[in-house]
């Protein structure tokens, strides 16, 4: 039995979900591929930090968190270690890069990608600016140190959508994508449709958690603009960044224009598309138009929809269906597994 | 570089859309990963065969059939190998079923599958057949052989669904499935939607290839029992056959059951379902109303849809849009490809 040392940079929602699934189905990964898989290293913002080279108690962790909202610093495992410690000195095979986004400038994720695969660790990244941001510079980095570097969850979670491309849809060109990825913005012009006010939509919103603290990243396209870029990067090797995306948001969406639509046959959705001009990537996020009744329009609520346009597959579309946190958890968990995968 | 050795059994639309597809993709796959595949067999049912083991000029070969309408039986390659012949005693890798489908018996693909996997042969099949009539028999005999064994192109062309399953959904428990899997269906109902004669339609839909020339495995929905079959039995290991689903065709739909469908705000769909009662697979195919502007509404054309609900990603819904040839070739090749990228 060999083991696999993953080290965890952050332990919100979904990192916890993802431990679960780990210590759900560890035995069936032991029985299936001889590995072990243990974590080293916990990080977390303002909730403490755990190290034990030997592995952590996952379960015990993750109770502490939920219970009392923060590691138990009287605890054996307890470390001041910071994630960028962690990173440059822990013992860990596997990077989980999980830390709160800054759509603006991809950090610290990057910077702790670049620092674990430089020391020629795996990365597996849940965070989407890296790869809105850096991906090119990252992947050159994953290549030149011969590691592995999966992130699937930055676009629809455990979806997959990456995998996709790297397994099945090999040796196809991808000539366009399409897409709803922003199920906030989705969700606010659905309920303005029915007739409510902006801040009535946005407050309610926030109550049953469709709708961030601070709505704006999402309201103004910057979030469905860092996934589409993520996907133009990778599947259609873009090299853009979040800043090079045609980007406008819904916030000057008014009642009436939805009425007019709706007097049209027609409904309005925050649309991502990427395509090819002049053997150059060009990408959009802007409210459009679509016909009632047209696949993109029923796509509702907080699901998210990726139309994959091929040369030799045509076009594909994979919708997720309203996605709670434990899709997040199996997407890291698949990026996971792939390396153990490829590690047998 | 290695060689891998190919024997095509069939050589139909989807064959040559194979051996176009792999002719132009040879130099990449040679790049990629150090082997050359070569084709050493092609039997055909009255088209003439082809022999060579150093490999058949492809190219030629697709020319022939497609000038001539058969091989030219002067050619050097020429051959009176039957099918049956090339698989027992042909020199080649990997078997690749591509023989017309009998639907009620999955011979003689099923016959040729297990000889060549017993021959210790890998073995990809475009012919749902076999894994509607006889799938846990040839995963059997592929595991005691240590031999690999596809079907991606059975259910939706080269649309990945079995693949995401083996690749992405590894570890998720498939609880659910459902879709719209027969095209000719589909087109007939939209069509008599729009008020049309049913043998109008079905004149119409031969003269434009979207009707068989016999439609009644399709109308009578054995099409689709015999893809919810192939699909229960792989995702969800229901070990069924197509004489277990319960099965009701569109031939006895009226133009008025789909007004009264319309008066209502619904449409009648052939859908596909396979779900778990006391731990057992329930699988049936029949003509269902569906609500206007509902996901599987809006499944027209000869598009189709699967939906996979699993226990760790929720639920997932793939949509294939109007495959041509070329989706059914790249299936047969994306599934030569999974075993070079295993051997390598």
């Given at each position: 039995m060999k083991?696999?040392?993953l080290g965890?940079?952050?332990?919100?929602?979904?990192?916890?979900?993802?431990?679960?699934?780990?210590?759900?189905?560890?035995?069936?990964?032991?029985?299936s591929?001889?590995?072990?898989?243990?974590?080293?290293?916990i990080?977390?913002?303002s909730?403490g930090?755990l190290?034990?080279a030997?592995g952590?108690?996952?379960?015990?962790a993750?109770?502490?968190?939920?219970?009392?909202?923060?590691?138990?610093?009287a605890?054996?495992?307890?470390?001041?270690?910071t994630?960028?410690?962690?990173?440059?000195?822990g013992e860990?095979?596997?990077?989980?890069?999980?830390?709160?986004?800054?759509?603006?400038?991809?950090?610290?994720?990057?910077?702790?990608?670049?620092?674990?695969?430089g020391?020629?660790k795996?990365?597996?990244?849940?965070?989407?600016g890296?790869?809105?941001?850096?991906y090119?510079?990252?992947k050159?980095?994953?290549?030149?140190?011969?590691?592995q570097?999966?992130?699937?969850?930055t676009?629809m979670?455990?979806?997959p959508?990456?995998?996709?491309?790297?397994?099945t849809?090999k040796?196809?060109?991808?000539?366009?994508?399409n897409g709803?990825?922003?199920?906030?913005?989705n969700?606010?012009?659905?309920?303005?449709?029915?007739?409510?006010?902006?801040?009535a939509?946005?407050?309610?919103?926030?109550?049953?958690?469709f709708?961030e603290?601070?709505?704006?990243?999402?309201?103004e396209?910057?979030?469905?603009?860092?996934?589409v870029?993520?996907?133009?990067?990778?599947?259609m090797?873009?090299?853009?960044t979040?800043?090079?995306?045609?980007?406008?948001?819904i916030?000057?969406?008014t009642i009436?224009?939805?009425e007019?639509?709706?007097?049209?046959?027609?409904?309005?959705?925050?649309?991502?598309?990427?395509?090819?001009e002049?053997?150059?990537?060009?990408?959009?996020?802007?409210p459009?138009?679509v016909?009632?009744?047209?696949?993109?329009?029923?796509?509702?609520?907080?699901s998210?929809?990726v139309?994959i346009?091929?040369?030799?597959?045509?076009?594909?579309?994979i919708?997720?269906?309203?996605?709670?946190?434990?899709q997040t958890?199996?997407?890291?968990f698949?990026?996971?597994l792939?390396?153990?995968?490829?590690?047998?």
């Open positions: 083991t696999l040392k965890l940079l952050g332990f919100g929602n979904a990192g916890r979900a993802f431990a679960k699934i780990l210590e759900d189905k560890k035995q069936e990964i032991m029985d591929f001889g590995y072990n898989i243990i974590v080293t290293g990080t977390t913002g909730r930090n190290y034990n030997d952590i108690d996952l379960k015990k993750w109770c502490e968190l939920e219970g009392q909202g923060h590691f138990n610093k605890g054996s495992d307890y470390s001041q270690m994630s960028m410690e962690l990173v440059e000195n860990y095979d596997v990077i989980v890069e999980m830390t709160p986004l800054d759509i603006f400038t991809g950090q610290p994720a990057t910077d702790h990608l670049r620092k674990a695969m020391r020629g795996h990365a597996v990244t849940a965070n989407k890296p790869i809105a941001w850096y090119n510079d990252l050159k980095l994953a290549d030149k140190m011969d590691v570097f999966y992130y699937e969850t676009v979670d455990g979806t959508i990456f995998n996709l491309k790297d397994e849809l040796f196809c060109k991808v000539t366009e994508i709803i990825l922003n199920t906030t913005t969700y606010v012009l659905e309920e303005l449709a029915k007739g409510k006010a902006y801040d939509v946005i407050a309610e919103g926030k109550k049953i958690g709708v603290a601070d709505p704006s990243m999402d309201i396209g910057w979030d469905a603009a860092a996934k870029t993520a996907l133009l990067n990778v599947l090797e873009a090299g853009i979040p800043r090079d995306v045609d980007r406008t948001g916030e000057n969406i009436e224009d939805i007019k639509a709706n007097e049209q046959g027609k409904i309005i959705k925050l649309l991502c598309k990427g395509t090819l002049n053997g150059q990537v060009v990408a959009s996020v802007k459009t138009l016909e009632q009744g047209s696949l993109m329009s029923v796509i509702d609520g907080t998210s929809v139309q346009t091929t040369d030799l597959m045509g076009k594909l579309t919708i997720e269906h309203d996605p709670e946190l434990v958890g199996y997407g890291i698949s990026d996971v792939r390396i153990v995968r490829n590690l047998v």
